[in-house]
């Protein structure tokens, strides 16, 4: 021990260990060569009290310190691993979305700050019977329905999130939003299966791996979680790669929330359904169960003006195609499938007027941007692969504020998307 060390645990008296200056200062004291037993007894007394006290307030020190490190052990537990959903998730056939969809709506306003994060993941639970399925092509045929198979690496993540910090930045003044949506697979493929005969990468990496390279431009919206608690529901079709009407609407209520809207309610709304949509697995795969397209009509006016690639225009009274039919086009019931450009103007008492905004997506986003209408006077849906305008020139003739980038896990991780995206900014 070195003499700090001594001086340091002397000074209070600790039981530091054998010391020649200790020794020595603990002998009986003499005075005029004779010993004297008052004053070393007095002294010996007044040592022993000074110990005791010392050593009471290094024991009650240790005790403090140790409840103190077991809260912030507590606390840091609960953070990471305290959150739970308590919303129930029943499961749900394809004739009953309503009844689902109704019972979850007003359970959203209540979601933890954490559901919001971009770097807070759910993990969805997964019903597993340990049956196999079967491959074909890119598509793993499970229970009668359809899983596209994900691959990709972190190389491609980053990509995808410079591609948008890129576009962020020409979209000078404008707020820009992202939203990655998992598949199926992410969702409805047990961890076993996409460990083995069904090899699957996880998605929820993937777009965590985006969200964290996005730059303080780019305001990431974590859909993913809402449908991960949502995963037992009608929010997938079995049949074909995107999501449903229900899937979509919980996509939508993350972004809302994500921004302090009023989220629209679909106890409000009529719900319409189509049966028979033959989705485009059945292409590859013909055992699969046809599916049912729901959709909600909504409780205020909404006009469609859709732009064609020829600049035509031609205009509709809602953001449902009433005249989708069974068969392998039923999809196009939301705003009339894939198109140039589409306009929705609303007349929801939520929207507050002049509220713009610009949806660029590919066909995952066309089942959302309808519910965008409770929020927005307008809304804007382009998509990338058919528009030829300038995107900045569009938003400032227009007074646009607000983008919203959408696209599907599988979009995000393909380069020829990327590229198609990119040919919207011209300068």
Known sequence: MSRND????????FDDGFDSRDYRRRQPQRRGGSYNKRSAYGRGRRANSKRTRNRIIIVSAAVL???MIIVMISVLFKACFGK?????IPTETKASATQSAASNTNNNNNNQTDDLSPAYFVTPEIEDDNSEGQMSYNIYAWKKQGF??????????????????GFADKLEGIKVYDMVIPNHTEMGLPQRLKDSSAPSTSQ????????????????????????AKHNKEYIYFGSDHH?????????????????????????????????GFTGTFMNTVSTLDQDTVHYWT???????????????????DGPYYSGAAAGDYTYGVFILGDNTLTVLKSESDNA?????????????????????????????????????EDLPTYCLQNGIEEVLFINGVMSANTQIQLDSMSGLFKQ
């Open 6 to 13: 001594y001086d340091y645990f002397d000074l209070d008296n």
């Open 65 to 67: 310190l140790l409840i």
């Open 84 to 88: 739970t959903d308590t919303t129930s």
């Open 148 to 165: 596209e198979l994900f691959g990709s690496d972190e190389s491609k993540a980053a990509t995808y999130a410079q591609t948008i910090n």
């Open 204 to 227: 929820a990496e993937n777009i965590k791996s985006i969200y964290s390279k996005l730059s303080d431009k780019v305001t990431p919206v974590n859909a993913y979680n809402y449908l």
């Open 243 to 275: 999501w449903t009407g229900l899937g979509a609407y919980y996509a939508y209520t993350a972004f809302a929330e994500t921004n302090d809207l009023d989220v629209l309610s679909l106890e409000d709304c009529t719900e319409n359904q189509i049966e």
């Open 298 to 316: 909504l409780p205020y006016s909404v006009t469609m003006n859709i732009t064609d690639q020829n600049g035509n225009v031609t205009s509709y």
């Open 352 to 388: 507050q007027p002049g509220k713009k905004i610009a949806v660029i997506k590919e066909s995952y986003g066309n089942a959302m941007v309808p519910y965008l209408t409770n929020n927005y006077e307008e809304v804007h849906v382009i998509d990338f692969r058919y528009f030829t």
